[in-house]
């Protein structure tokens, strides 16, 4: 017996819409209660909150494509600003008059002139007689658009005076949206996480054709049996899922098990699971190159530059810094010459090194440095000339925050702070590899 019934729809699309969004049964009969028949008036504003993955964005794409309601779907991350967010729904909405992509360009630069556009592009698409939807994802970024903004798609119904149905996709909660002054309050619906027996059999449904059902259904047990403690997020859990099942298929594959030989099987993914369970939601390296591993038996940890330990996203002239502060604390103050002047004329290691100086600098740890030197060592190793703003001073600080330099002293010392830079020699060189800078030429323990 069908889950899902409404008078308004066929059966068979209802049908073949339950079949699309398992275990989300009870949201989208709720949604199609509010959204009643075509010609009726919905509710003016629909307020749809969860986590992250738990299929807001998705149950409303099938629902409306699947029942082939007037709808236009926009991401409020892509469109960032009034002026895109409002002239995007614009777009979309000849788009839908003519058939076509929509090639003239809209102009909307103020929310009066969105109103009378929008009433001139229902009017022309005749939409008089059925409910058109607009679904803003990322509804949250709203909040740092103009004031008069969420007010206005609140009540989109009540300024148009037409037919439509504002939907509003979050992560937050509507406490968290809701103006200081007051507006209209939307219909709030929860969408809650997903439970592991409905991770199961979401997870199940993907199963490949060479195999069978119950096969791959106790394949998701197993995966999810690890990973359901760390992760709930269904996108990750089915990246896992593909990522691993050719290395739980082995035995079958080779003969030494038949589908049924649960215990083997686990045997042989059950230490791949664990090194997977390293890199949840960090992808510090691609599928290609994880599924190389396994076929290798490596470790995660031996592609150069890919750890999470070795690698860091900073700003291009940060990156230069951090290295500008590690040869400052690893080279003597005597080698600088030697290092970052054009014309030093030939000088060999061993007129630097005094006859007691055998002991590499690296394993006697970083020196402390002046502010000074370390701009100085900046401007010799960066191509372009940078000035001493106030945008590199507050870098500076900005490593400090992430523990990637120590200031040493106190604040108030006369001749200026003194820092350290505090990471590895790996670390420096993952990092002045996105630059292509080479790092051993200027250090002098490498000479």
Known sequence: MPNLEHPAYPAADLLHLESLVPCRESQVSTLLSIFGERQQFSFPCIFIYGHTSSGKTY????????????????????????????????????????????????????????????????????????????????AEQLREMEANILPAFLRLQELTDRNVTVVLLSEIVWELFRPNMGCFEPFTMYFPDYSIGHLQKILSQNHPPEYSADFYAAYINILLGVFYMVCRDLKELRHLAALNFAKYCEPVVRGEANERDTRKLWKNIEPHLKKAMQTVYLREISSSQWERLQHDGGEAGQLKGLSAHTHVELPYYSKFLLIAAYLA???????????????????????????????????????????????????????????????????????????????????????????????????????????????????????
């Open 59 to 138: 149950v409303m794409q099938t629902l409306l494509t699947t029942l082939q309601l007037p709808h236009v779907f926009v991401n409020c991350v892509e469109c960032f600003t009034s002026r895109l967010l409002l002239e995007e729904i614009l777009i979309q909405l000849q788009s839908r008059s003519s058939g076509t992509e929509q090639t003239s360009p809209v102009h909307c630069d103020t929310l009066n002139d969105f109103v009378r556009l929008f009433k001139q592009a229902v009017d022309s698409q005749e939409l008089q007689d059925q409910t058109l939807y607009i679904v803003l994802d990322r």
């Open 329 to 447: 604390s690893y080279n003597p103050v005597r080698t600088d010459k030697r290092f970052f002047l054009k014309h030093h004329g030939k000088i060999k290691k061993t007129n630097f090194m005094k006859k007691h100086e055998k002991t590499s600098n690296h394993l006697l740890g970083p020196k402390p440095f002046p502010l000074d030197r370390l701009l100085a060592i900046l401007y010799s190793i960066v191509d372009n000339r940078v000035a001493p703003t106030a945008n590199i001073f507050s870098q500076i600080t900005s490593l400090v925050t992430l523990q990637l330099l120590s200031v040493v002293g106190q604040n108030d010392q006369l001749d200026g702070p003194r820092y350290k830079c505090t990471v590895s020699l790996d670390f420096i060189r993952a990092i002045a590899r996105t630059v292509n800078f080479d790092i051993i030429k200027y250090l002098y323990d490498f000479l």
